[in-house]
């Protein structure tokens, strides 16, 4: 099982593009999700999924998108880059009736907004 | 507003001794907390966890403690060694199913 893959590890763009961040998981989660990680902040929940075809906004929602067509992919849009959008990426999915909340995390994407 | 905050930045510790991470929250209503291991280019890894119904959960080296009244758990490790040297960030989690607040991060590093 190869886990939670994203792709790109690295992205630079400027401001105004816009850029989709793939994750797929091998493990039949139901659970997804995106977090973005900055300095002094931890990380921070942007939209989730609880399964194919429902999606919802986290705590930092704004300038992405999400969908959620298939149980293995939850790509994350950026719309319209802006330079605060410059962060780490993780993308972390978890399976069902697993009460304590434990998340397995992808190795993450750096991105640059210029 | 913060709702679950580790307040110590770093922490450096000499190997084989005692490495104690601190983390507080405000929100009564988490249910579970949770202890992840990060690595510099590397996705956070679950470490261990503790349920509100607990006050202690071991394994291993690593032992988390819960002070309900206090609001506030700690992570120990014994006997620290340099492997342990990463970021440590606690999390926690409600009602809400697999959604995590989590703190700010500690970077721990173990001296050989």
């Known amino acids: 099982n190869a886990g939670v893959t994203q792709t790109p590890k690295f992205q630079v763009l400027k401001t105004g593009q816009s850029m989709t961040l793939q994750c797929a998981q091998d493990?039949?989660?139901?659970?997804m999700s995106w977090y973005r990680q900055d300095p002094g902040m931890g990380l921070r929940l942007i939209h989730y999924?609880?399964?194919?075809?429902?999606?919802d906004q986290g705590e930092v929602p704004n300038g992405y998108n999400v969908s959620r067509s298939t149980t293995e992919d939850f790509p994350l849009r950026l719309l319209s880059a802006a330079p605060s959008q410059t962060s780490v990426y993780f993308c972390?999915?978890?399976?069902?009736?697993?009460?304590?909340?434990?998340?397995?995390f992808g190795e993450g994407s750096r991105l640059t907004v210029l | 507003d913060q709702q679950v905050k580790q307040n110590s930045p770093s922490l450096s510790v000499q190997e084989g001794r005692i490495s104690i991470l601190n983390c507080d929250y405000t929100n009564s209503m988490f249910d579970y907390f949770l202890w992840y291991k990060k690595y510099p280019a590397e996705g956070p890894t679950f470490l261990i966890s503790i349920s509100s119904i607990k006050d202690k959960n071991e394994d291993g080296r690593f032992t988390v403690f819960l002070n309900k009244s206090a609001k506030h758990l700690s992570l120990h490790i014994v006997p620290s060694q340099p492997g342990d040297s990463a970021v440590y960030f606690c999390a926690a989690s409600g009602t809400s199913y697999g959604k995590l607040t989590f703190g700010q991060g500690t970077i721990l590093t173990v001296h050989p």
């Open positions: 493990m039949n989660h139901e659970y």
């Open positions: 972390a999915s978890s399976p069902p009736g697993l009460h304590t909340g434990e998340l397995f």
């Open positions: 999924s609880v399964g194919a075809g429902i999606t």
